[in-house]
């Protein structure tokens, strides 16, 4: 038996989550967008602060220590989020999929380039 696809089944799961919570991506409004698209970046802020103080950031305290398990918690929790952001805008898996592959081919030609200067148009085609 052949495994799911990876990415198209996270979007699955986090759709039936999305709904079971009351939120439905199809049909949003103009204005529904804009509220979710604000709800999951506060969220994901929230989160990457929480991801932040699972890691001994206070130079000055002695008592903390790396705390992985919760860091990768974390991060799981940003992908609920982050997928639901997506979900939001109307991508779907092989769409982030394929804008990922795109903007990769960005960063790397930015990096062969030394990426001395910003240019607002290189990722327009993504």
Known sequence: MSEPDQLRELFRLQ???NERIGVRTEGMTPEDQIRWVLNYCRAMSQ????????VPWKWWAKYQHFDAQ?????????FHFL??????LGMSAEDVYQAY????????QRQETGYA?????????I
């Not at 919760?70 to 940003?78: G, K, P, Q, T």
């Not at 592959?101 to 790397?108: D, E, H, M, T």
């Not at 200067?117 to 085609?125: A, C, G, L, Q, Y």
């Open 15 to 17: 759709q039936a989550l």
């Open 47 to 54: 989160e990457i602060a929480e991801l932040t103080d699972s």
């Open 70 to 78: 919760n860091a990768r918690v974390e991060v799981v929790d940003l």
């Open 83 to 88: 997928i639901s952001l997506a979900q939001v």
């Open 101 to 108: 592959l795109k903007k990769n081919q960005v960063n790397l």
């Open 117 to 125: 200067r910003k240019d607002e148009t290189d990722s327009r085609h």
